[in-house]
């Protein structure tokens, strides 16, 4: 079966590895030691330290930027059509010295087209942007946009910025200039409505909260009606909440539209229409309850599949799909949904 | 088909719902800007409020987020209970097109009198 990994994390392996793409001063900055990269506020508690345990080199040591690993364990292992590599670092998390977040997102985004995507043709790349200057992060979206394996612009999910706001409208112009996807992912700045809790078990069980809000933002404040051309995904945010928000926001919005009059759809449409999730973490669900949910979507098109590898809560394709669920669902899952969403087509053999 | 005269013409007002006696039932009515009376039910077909409570207003309209603009005043009727907006002229619910409508009469003027035609 052909399969999409929609959620594939590459990685370096320092921030030194980013200096011969930085521009000046940032290479010297980041030389000379004067910032060490982003340190999550949190301890990992999976045997792995966040990453799966198994992910080693040849001599036992750890490697999570590998990409000869990452083909021996992931590609060739599950015969994936395609991955769509969508890092963890992101540039957006630093919260101020907006030249340096810009000038570190570029230098990613050369850093990944050198060192993996110009590795594998089965890779699908993301542009990492520095989301705090929206006109910078679209001449970084204009500049690494013809990149023929780039199909999506990472939108970090942080704790202080919902997307909605108008600020941000310059990413999603030059995203729907260039027909590409708008990705939203945690990072390990992301909350919950209270923060992240005391322990880490909380912080991630709240992740979901965090992507409902963006999704709320993004439709109520216009977004989905002002690039309608403009399509979505969720990544690793879960997609079991979604009935509900469905519901909700379109019972608040047969009350409340007189506020928000921008929006011209019922937002479950717009949901139906130009918003996807991807199945990591597919939260065990027996294939029963699988169709019911579907059910209660009312679309079998939401859902495209994701491992999140290499990180703990990997999700593997031949155990986390239920096999029970019928050949044409799965079929969708794997690969229809995302072969849609992100315009492509089986390899030529 | 039958015909039950609910008012005078001259009862009739805009920018509200007036409750008027039809058999053993309510019927509302209330005067468009253009000066046609709508004859609609009195429950909201969502959860039942009391229309005659309602607020009549103006279609909210924008293109442009964080821009409100207002057309079509006296044309819109809001339920008391939830907001839901219905358009009095069409019956259908402004924000899920014909998923929700208000129940609707058939009007007629004859003379100084208005009749529901059933």
Known sequence: ?????????????????LVPYLKEPYREWIERGAWRGFSQPFAYTSPGAGNRADVRNAD??????????????????????????????????????????????????DYVAEHWL???????????????????????IDRMAAHPQI????????????????????IFEAAERHKLVIALHHTILAEGP???????????????????????????NGVFDGYPSLRFIILEGGFSWLPHLMWRMDREYRQGRVEVPWVKKLPSQHMRERLRFSTQPAEDLTGDQWLKLIDLMGSDEF???????????????????????????????FWKNGAALYGLEAPVQ | MTRHRVCGVSEVASNAMKPFAMGRGTVLLTRLPSGEIKAVGSRCPHQGANLEHGCVTGHAYSDQPNVLLMDR???????????FEFDLSSGESVADHGKLRLRRFNVEIEGDDVFIVM
């Open chain 1, 1 to 17: 079966m052909l399969l999409i990994d929609a959620d594939v994390h590459e990685s370096f392996a320092g921030i030194r590895d």
């Open chain 1, 60 to 109: 036992g040591s750890a490697s999570v930027s590998d990409y000869g690993v990452m083909r021996r364990q992931l590609l060739d292992t599950y015969n994936q059509t395609y991955a769509v590599l969508t890092g963890y670092f992101y540039p957006t998390m630093l919260k101020l010295q907006y030249g340096l977040s810009s000038a570190l997102a570029a230098a990613y985004n």
């Open chain 1, 118 to 140: 110009a590795k594998d043709k089965r890779f699908i790349g993301s542009i990492q942007i520095n989301a705090r200057d929206p006109e910078a992060a679209a001449r970084e």
């Open chain 1, 151 to 170: 199909k999506q612009v990472m939108l970090p999910v942080v704790d202080d910025i919902a997307y909605g706001h108008p600020m941000y409208r310059p």
């Open chain 1, 194 to 220: 209270f923060g992240m809790g005391l322990h880490y078990i909380e912080r991630h069980t709240l992740l979901p909260t965090s992507m409902m809000a963006e999704v709320i933002s993004l439709i109520l």
């Open chain 1, 303 to 333: 859902l495209v599949f994701s491992t999140d590898y290499p990180h703990f809560d990997f999700d593997d394709p031949r155990v986390s799909i239920p096999r029970s669920l019928p050949d044409d669902l799965q079929e969708k899952i």
């Open chain 2, 73 to 83: 005043p006296g044309q819109i009727l809001r339920c008391p209970w939830h907001g």
